[in-house]
């Protein structure tokens, strides 16, 4: 298996100002970028933000996988055109893009849960819809569009049928369905493994809760998901998705990058 190792910006203390740094600190060799929130704006619309980014990228030797879009959990993703944000919203979808063009980043990624989960046959649709389109216009620029979603594998399955564009692939994640839902996560991963992007999240979790154990200590099988990638020689990124504010990795330790060096040494001993 030939991986490299990254993580979200967000995960950092500090919720990513100094990550480049960080994941330097961390021997890590890149993180992944968030394109920011519609409430502020959307941060990474602006110039001066991609640059220091790409300033930091340079002097910290760093990669950064993909520029994540996470305003989803509170936007939805197939909202209507009748919606009065919809236009600015579709606007900043493209952006996205555009940014990943600017920062030369491969990949974009669209967070489907919580007020982007698809529901009804409308929604499918409305989603398939909106991907079309963000694919087309990246497909032009080379930048691959991904979507990361708690649906059952007949469900993104489905999602990709109607989509229907090369550049469009599916974001796993090693935790997500033993949380949000009751699927095995390596029957997921095996499901949609040939429709998938060359990234993917890796957290754990105790029973009830999301993204608060450390790697392989969890209930989500995140060492199932290692080995099924290592049996069909997975080539790409694994990106720590563990939220290491969360009040039970506070017993570890007082200083928070010492938790976060500890998961990154655990998923090292796991890809070996």
Known sequence: ????????????????????????????????????????????????I??????????????YPNIGCSDGDFLPFHMRPSDPRFATVRR?????????????????????????????E????????????????????????????PLSVERQLELVD??????FKLFYDSDNYSYFTSFRQVDVLDGIYPHMMNQLHVKDSTEGHIANALLGTGVSDFQGSID???????SGWLIIENLYEKEDFQSISPERMETVKEDVKRLKEAVR
């Open 1 to 48: 298996m030939d991986v490299k190792l990254g993580i979200c910006n967000f995960c950092f203390p500090g919720t990513g100002l100094f990550a480049p740094q960080l994941v330097r600190e961390a021997g890590l060799d890149g993180m992944s970028i968030e394109y920011g929130a519609y409430e502020k704006g959307y941060p990474l619309s602006q110039k001066i």
């Open 50 to 63: 991609r640059d220091l980014y790409l300033d930091a990228q340079q002097k910290y030797a760093v990669e």
């Open 92 to 120: 900043a979808h493209f952006d996205a893009v555009d940014a990943a063009v600017y920062m030369k980043i491969p990949a974009v990624f669209f967070s489907n849960f919580n007020a982007s989960l698809v529901k009804t």
């Open 122 to 149: 409308e929604d499918l649709e409305f989603t398939a819809r909106r991907y079309r389109e963000l694919c087309d216009y990246a497909g032009e620029k080379g930048i691959e569009i991904g979507c990361e979603c």
């Open 162 to 167: 109607r989509v229907g564009k090369v550049n």
């Open 228 to 234: 099924y990638l290592k049996d069909h020689g997975f």
